[in-house]
């Protein structure tokens, strides 16, 4: 299994809305991430997971909230998005030793 | 600032061709460098990677290139073919994980 998934495909929330995003990978990778893709743009690092333990964050709001159960899951909490909030949502992992990371297909968030 | 910059938002190619992208990065830390290619909707999928103590990687029909001293890289696919149409991201890593850096993304057109 080579594959990062993340569910849902698409979601689109109220600014009131909470809600999941989550990603799962079974390669054993160790480290863990969430990456921001507005259109035409770059992806952006958010959050960074190591042995499920924190260990970077870019400055995100605190609106969202990364969370990370296991070693094969990770998941993104939203809570009072903005419209501005609207991207591809992508989840990457890597193992420790190795820099090349893959990546999941991406949640296409639509706040409303 | 951006620290890992694609100048050429897009390209096109004749189907046999050399397709030839290229990066520039300002930040001499940077020690790992890959390329991702990404259709629309869906994530990046790792191609190839290059470490800073090499200047050559190869695998099948793509090559990347790294000039150290000029801080430049650059993808080559060769014989490029219309399946390698997509958006191109140049990334750089300077620690053990993979907190990527990715540029802008260069547009391949392949026609056959």
């Known amino acids: 299994d080579t594959e990062v998934t993340q569910t849902p495909k698409h979601l689109v929330m109220g600014m009131t809305n909470k809600k999941s995003l989550k990603c799962e990978q079974h390669?054993?990778?160790?480290?863990m991430y969430w990456y921001k893709q507005k259109a035409k743009k770059p992806p952006e690092l958010m959050f960074v997971?190591?042995?499920?333990?924190?260990?970077i964050n870019e400055s995100v709001p605190s609106r969202f909230s990364p969370e990370c159960p296991n070693s094969s899951l990770l998941n993104l909490h939203l809570h009072a998005l903005q419209p501005e909030d609207s991207a591809l949502y992508l989840c990457?992992?890597?193992?420790?030793?190795?820099?090349?990371?893959?990546f999941g297909q991406g949640t296409r968030l639509t706040v409303v | 600032d951006q620290q890992v910059k694609q100048n050429s938002p897009s390209l096109s190619v004749q189907e046999g061709r050399i397709s030839i992208l290229n990066c520039d990065y300002t930040?001499?830390?940077?020690?790992?460098f890959l390329w991702y290619k990404k259709y629309p909707a869906e994530g990046p999928t790792f191609l190839i990677s290059i470490s800073s103590i090499k200047d050559k990687n190869e695998d099948g029909r793509f090559t990347v290139f790294l000039n150290k001293s000029a801080k430049h890289l650059s993808l080559h696919i060769v014989p490029s073919q219309p399946g390698d149409s997509a958006v191109y991201f140049c990334a750089a890593s300077d620690s053990g994980y993979s907190t990527l850096t990715f540029g802008k993304g260069t547009m391949l057109l392949v026609s056959p």
């Open positions: 990457a992992s890597s193992p420790p030793s190795n820099t090349e990371a893959f």
């Open positions: 997971y190591s042995y499920e333990k924190l260990s």
């Open positions: 390669m054993g990778h160790r480290a």
């Open positions: 930040n001499s830390m940077f020690d790992y």
